[in-house]
């Protein structure tokens, strides 16, 4: 167990994780109390991250170790091609920062960091990992693919130990499906054996809700208070069956977006203990939350009081406001988002509650991120209520005096509107025209193609409030949102028309998919499992989706965008790429029209000659045409 006056750990906790990524245990404490008497040997007990990988664009490292009294220790590392840069002790005596130089001359293997305090030594080996792809080879999402949020807690339940589910918790709670803000007991594994329905319905991403440890007292089933950066929630699975899901969708080329949490932590993260600094956190007395109010940012008359408690304020009394202005947590959560796309090959971050963070501190992570992976992609949660709140994060907007880096942000105006959108009687003031006038503020975005649009997801109603009769509206609804500009978003359960509020509880929104549990009568997984109406929806945006991500993709994903004003209820719209183009016409009424066709001559000429992607038949453009009421033609040239 010694060497030359040395303890030795050789625990592995990415291989094993374990609460808090113990590095040692007890027995080895027990040792070495025993063995060194009164002056105990430097007593490790976390470093994070994990492991590392050689061959990093960046080379800087920062390892942060914990351990009671460990800031007092001089710590050395001895390994070819990496220097120990710096060792920085922080306000609380249990953290030491290592900042490691790797070079592109150093190989994969073990580096012994080794410690020293008051002349008894430890050495805690490191592990070095060789890569198995370039950061160029990580490729995100795009406006090409169609994501599919989830919640893993309510989307299905695979097989899995269940004292091994609550391994290490302080706070192991169960499953209780008849509390709708309680965990529901779904995980990792229900996705993966689920992913086949996933794939057939003709998505290409799958955006979990997050899944890492949320160790709380109220369960946190949904994933936003996060207690452990570096371990799956051992409710929703482990490290390595995050892996598994990751792999096995992009077998069948589904794509996996990670969500994030950044702007706070969960209220039970270690950090709130043992704070490492004193200004880890922004009012960490915790009797100031966020006013909500994030006009604030770009006002340019705001109090400085005002914007302190947008941006400063803990999002609510149990998710504690990291500061992002420090620089050693800024440099953590960097390498945090690294060690999760390199450990797992994520397609994509979602980052929450964006603009509630430090927007330097923010750009630096985006910045960072994408000089490692070029290819890759983030969405920032910018939930405004106009276009201009949400195009002032994205990358290069002139408006906007700091560079935020943030490529993708969420359009969240369709979900908001969408009643006034798809539900009204389309006039010339009312129903597609309020459309037509949400894309007219298109020049306010930099890349409008890079923009997330979404009917709702695990944070609004539902775009239904209740079971529909018909479709009409729901069908315009979806075809818009796979044929328009920007990512598409599905929230996972709306191709079974789910329905509800959030009135009362979250969770009428974030219901149990039907099939995804054991006991459950009803397996809406398969068609035998649905209603009639409920098919007839699966199948309507199962078409699409399969046209989309096929013959349609490039111009769909890629091609201009030129629309007519709504004029006599109807509403029309052309993708166009090279020569292909694709035209979507909407009846926004619910009754019978007859019009002339004379406004649309400059892309639909008499005579032409399209087949129309819903009802499987060409179509011949005259001077005047009828259409049913609430109908879609999705016509294409190719």
Request: aromatic content about 10%; some cysteine.
């Amino acid at each position: 167990m010694t060497r030359d006056n040395e303890h030795i750990f050789n625990l592995h906790p990415y291989q094993n994780p374990m609460k808090r990524l113990a590095m040692i245990s007890l027995s080895l404490l027990a040792g070495a109390a025993s063995i060194f008497g009164a002056k105990k040997a430097p007593v490790v007990t976390n470093v994070e991250p994990p492991c590392w990988w050689a061959g990093m664009s960046d080379p800087s490292l920062q390892v942060m170790v914990t351990g009671p009294g460990i800031a007092a220790a001089d710590v050395t590392a001895d390994y070819p091609g990496v220097t120990l840069k710096e060792a920085i002790s922080l306000d609380s005596p249990n953290y030491k920062l290592l900042y490691l130089d790797i070079t592109p001359q150093a190989k994969p293997g073990t580096i012994d960091l080794k410690f020293n305090l008051n002349g008894r030594k430890a050495v805690v080996p490191y592990e070095l990992k060789e890569r198995t792809r370039k950061g160029e080879e990580y490729v995100g999402f795009d406006a090409s693919d169609v994501l599919y949020l989830l919640m893993p807690d309510r989307f299905a339940q695979g097989d899995m130990d269940a004292a091994k589910a609550l391994d290490g918790l302080d706070y192991p709670i169960t499953a209780d499906r008849t509390d709708p803000n309680g965990r529901h007991g779904g995980n990792i594994r229900g996705i993966i054996n689920n992913l086949d329905y996933i794939d057939s319905l003709g998505v290409t991403a799958i955006w979990s809700c997050p899944v890492l440890e949320n160790d709380m007292p109220g369960g946190s089933y949904h994933g936003y208070a996060t207690t452990d950066y570096y371990r799956i929630d051992p409710r929703f699975g482990t490290n390595e069956e995050w892996q598994e899901l990751v792999a096995e969708a992009n077998k069948r080329g589904i794509k996996v977006v990670m969500d994030m949490i950044f702007n706070h932590s969960g209220l039970n993260h270690p950090w709130i203990a043992d704070k490492p600094s004193k200004d880890w956190f922004n009012h960490p007395e915790g009797t100031e939350t966020t006013n909500f109010r994030l006009s604030t940012i770009h006002d340019p008359y705001v109090s400085d009081y005002d914007l302190d408690h947008t941006v400063n304020g803990w999002f609510v009394t149990a998710m504690p406001d990291l500061n992002q202005r420090n620089p050693h947590l800024m440099k953590y959560l960097i390498q945090n988002s690294i060690w999760w796309i390199e450990s797992s090959k994520i397609n994509g971050i979602r980052m929450d509650t964006y603009p509630y963070a430090d927007l330097e501190g923010m750009a630096s992570w985006a910045k960072a991120i994408l000089a490692e992976y070029p290819n890759f992609n983030i969405v920032g949660e910018c939930w405004y209520g106009n276009e201009a709140g949400s195009a002032f994060w994205q990358k290069g907007n002139r408006l906007n005096p700091r560079e935020t880096e943030l490529p993708t942000v969420m359009d969240f105006l369709i979900s908001i509107n969408g009643h006034k959108y798809f539900d009204e009687e389309t006039d010339p003031w009312n129903g597609l025209n309020h459309l037509y006038d949400h894309l007219a503020m298109d020049f306010l975005y930099p890349d409008p193609q890079k923009v997330l649009t979404f009917l709702d997801n695990h944070d609004t109603d539902r775009f239904l409030l209740a079971e529909p009769d018909s479709l009409g509206s729901w069908k315009q609804a979806v075809t818009f949102l796979l044929t328009s500009r920007g990512i598409p978003q599905l929230y996972y359960g709306t191709e079974l028309l789910m329905n509800g509020s959030k009135e009362g509880s979250d969770g009428y929104v974030r219901r149990d998919f039907p099939g995804g549990f054991p006991g459950d009568t009803v397996n809406a997984f398969t068609p035998e499992g649905r209603t009639p109406l409920q098919n007839e929806a699966w199948d309507y945006m199962s078409k699409l989706l399969h046209w989309r991500r096929g013959e349609a993709n490039e111009v769909i994903a890629k091609g201009s965008l030129k629309h007519f004003m709504p004029q006599n209820g109807m509403y029309v719209y052309r993708r166009k790429l090279g020569d292909k183009e694709v035209t979507v016409l909407m009846n926004g009424t619910t009754r019978p029209l007859t019009v002339t066709m004379e406004r649309t001559l400059e892309i639909l000429p008499y005579g032409t000659r399209l087949h129309d992607i819903i009802s499987g038949e060409d179509v011949t453009i005259a001077e005047q045409m009828t259409f049913a009421p609430r109908q879609v033609m999705v016509l294409q040239n190719f």
